[in-house]
Each structure stands twice: as C-alpha cells, then as structure tokens.
C-alpha cells in the first residue's frame, strides 16, 4: 500500500522557508524511490527532486542549492526542506513513489492532493 499524503505547505515571503511532508502509508516504503513534483496554474507538472532507496539524490536546476530532499523509513516519510523561496516556487506541491533509471525518473504512483506552496513577493 502507498498512498502519499503531503501536508506542510502555506503561505510565506519571498526567501522564507517551508518544510514539506508525505507520509507514505506502506509496510515496503523503504525498497522504493521517491519524488516530489509540483504543478502551477497553466503549467505542466515538473520533478522538483528525487530520493533513492539507498538515499541517493537529484534535483531540478531551478531549486539546486535552495531545496533539500530527505527521507525517514522509520516514519516512512518523505521530506522536501525549501528555503530562499522565490515567487515562482508557487506551486501545489505532489509526492510519490518513482523509478530513477537511466534517461530520467518516472512517476509510478497516483496523484493525490497535494499541498498548496504560495511565496509571496
């Protein structure tokens, strides 16, 4: 069983941070990869960054070095740390399990909710 909640997101400044949550509801969350994208109006959904079993990472351009992805397989919990957040980080925020291969990563999950990101300027 998998299925992501994500929970943390809201309203900051511009260079503010925010801690994003998702919590995976999966006695085997530990042996999958995992993604965060995230979606803004007219626009198609985007990898922000993705964790390996083995903790293994990757990120977009846009967010290297203000963005951190995590991972807690005794809360079987994924975290996405943001800071110096920019008003184009205004987003719904989505978290699921992937396969990182060669040529890029591939959601495998279904879409839930999301958790709304809005930076204000």
């Known amino acids: 069983q998998v299925e992501p909640v994500e929970s943390g997101g809201g309203l900051v400044q511009a260079g503010g941070s925010l801690k994003l949550s998702c919590a995976a509801s999966?006695?085997?969350?530990?042996?999958?990869?995992w993604g965060w994208y995230r979606q803004a109006p007219g626009k198609k959904r985007e990898l922000v960054a993705d964790i390996t079993s083995g903790g293994s990472t990757n990120y977009a351009d846009f967010v290297k070095g203000r963005f951190t992805i995590s991972r807690d397989n005794a809360k079987n919990t994924v975290y996405l740390q943001m800071n110096s957040l920019k008003p184009e980080d205004t987003a719904v925020y989505y978290c699921t399990f992937v396969a990182r291969v060669p040529g890029g990563t591939h959601p495998l999950g279904s879409w839930g909710q999301g958790t709304q990101v809005t930076v204000s300027s």
């Open positions: 999966s006695n085997i969350f530990s042996i999958h990869d």
